[in-house]
């Protein structure tokens, strides 16, 4: 579910008897001075300890076997799934219809644990409107990568490459969020003069399948992301403006680096 629905429908979520939602939200940011240590599971495992003594001085013995069993599968979640951790986690978790929605940020939060009525969703509220949907889009000889973000997650990963021989960009299928940004200059010998040589007009049609992209996905930011030469020649030909370029060969990464680059 896109984020976006995914927000609307945990503002309409609503327990009918008392208190049933856990809301965490854990900053995990390593750049952060507070953090080097990796302080995050201290206060992990203090903040959802404190909430559980409420409940046990509240003596409401149905709220407390339901946070125990939720405070467990917090914990386990974002521990055993500690390579995953960029800046922020974020869950939201209920035994009422199941609810279980779980987001590794590449965009800090406030650390705090909360259990209510509803969804605590103001923090992810806020990201929203700071991190809109957006595009970001890595541009290389010949191949263009498109990543689509909402409040700092990729939501969808798509690869255009070139084909010298009908002059066309194919879209290449079964490319998923996490792959690797990989380069496509290693397999380009034998036609890259002639790629160069016509390096306007080839990102001329690439840049028009961004701008229809742009305005069918609903993106409210674009970043451009690579070299400097192929950046600025895709920038040269959109007509839309460009919100940010990163100006750095991020090909062989992962990315999450590509996020940090563009949400710094």
Known sequence: M????????????????GKCVLSVYLNTDRADSEQQKGEWKIRLKNGLKRHEEYLEASENKDQMKSFRKLRKK??????????????????????????????YLQLPVETSFHWEEA????????????FP???????????????????????DTRVYSFDPDTGNWNYKQGMGAEDKIMSGAT?????????EENLNRFYKDMAGNIEKMKQDRNWEALYLV??????NTLESQLRVPVDKSVKKNLNNVDTSKVLEHVFS
């Open 2 to 17: 896109a984020l976006a629905d995914e927000l609307k429908a945990l503002r309409e979520f609503q327990c009918e008897e």
């Open 74 to 103: 917090v914990e386990n979640e974002v521990n055993g799934n500690q390579s995953q951790l960029q800046k922020s986690v974020v869950i939201f978790a209920s035994d009422v219809d199941d609810l279980w929605s779980v987001h």
């Open 119 to 130: 969804p605590v969703l103001d923090q992810l509220t806020k990201l929203q409107q700071d």
């Open 133 to 155: 949907k957006s595009g970001i889009v890595l541009p290389n000889m010949d191949e263009v990568k498109i990543l689509e973000t909402d409040l700092g997650e990729i939501q």
């Open 187 to 195: 397999h380009t010998d034998k036609y890259d003069q002639r790629f």
């Open 226 to 231: 690579g070299e400097a030469d192929p950046v």
